[in-house]
T-cell receptor, first 114, second 108 residues
């Protein structure tokens, strides 16, 4: 069955370190998204991609970067982790073919920055 | 940008009761989804429903796009229905905006 996976599921790191969160989907979807979820803020969009080599900034992109070298993967990099980036991170994918844009979410990665 | 409101923010039910959750949005949309986030944090797709009515077991949803709202109905609630229910809206070529969610607690 097609799915979307994230790794690691839990990560503890220190302030200033570079961290990369992985997202892999086997839906063959063109679109991929990264969100963060914080108490009091709901889900907020960090970065998104509509295809290979395409990346775009979302609502809360400062301190984060993504790259899309193939259809299946969209890794999220925190260049220099800050305590404010402690959060739960969700990856999602969708395919707009046929006019639909239903998003499917991965299980999430809980990141703690000490 | 599009604003999304959900009501009520919190809901406590006795097992077996019915409930209606509402999602209002500020602009026309042609994409709308309902999600359930379970107590373990997993986001589960319930409905993709930009317009019309759909049913899946005890759950059903109706979206009236022209009046900018969607309703999620839960009948004969069970403890496993507990969690947070989100609606997310958007338009083709744009990204979803999530509402703040409705936290549902179903008591045995």
């Amino acid at each position: 069955d097609a799915e979307i996976t994230q790794s690691p599921r839990h990560k503890i790191t220190e302030t200033g370190r570079q961290v990369t969160l992985a997202c892999h989907q086997t839906w063959n979807h063109n679109n991929m998204f990264w969100y963060r979820q914080d108490l009091g803020h709901g889900l907020r969009l960090i970065h998104y991609s509509y295809g290979v080599q395409d990346t775009n900034k979302g609502e809360v992109s400062d301190g984060y970067s993504v790259s899309r070298s193939n259809t299946e993967d969209l890794p999220l990099t925190l260049e220099s982790a800050a305590s404010s980036q402690t959060s739960v991170y969700f990856c999602a994918s969708s395919d707009t073919s046929g006019g639909y844009n239903e998003q499917f979410f991965g299980p999430g990665t809980r990141l703690t920055v000490l | 940008g599009i604003q999304v409101e959900q009501s009520p923010p919190d809901l406590i039910l006795q097992e077996g009761a019915n409930s209606t959750l509402r999602c209002n949005f500020s602009d026309s949309v042609n994409n709308l989804q309902w999600f359930h986030q379970n107590p373990w944090g997993q986001l589960i797709n319930l409905f993709y429903i930009p317009s019309g009515t759909k049913q899946n077991g005890r759950l059903s949803a109706t979206t009236v796009a022209t009046e900018r709202y969607s309703l999620l109905y839960i009948s004969s609630s069970q403890t496993t229905d507990s969690g947070v229910y989100f609606c997310a809206v958007g338009n083709y070529g744009q990204n979803f905006v999530f509402g703040p969610g409705t936290r549902l607690s179903v008591l045995p």
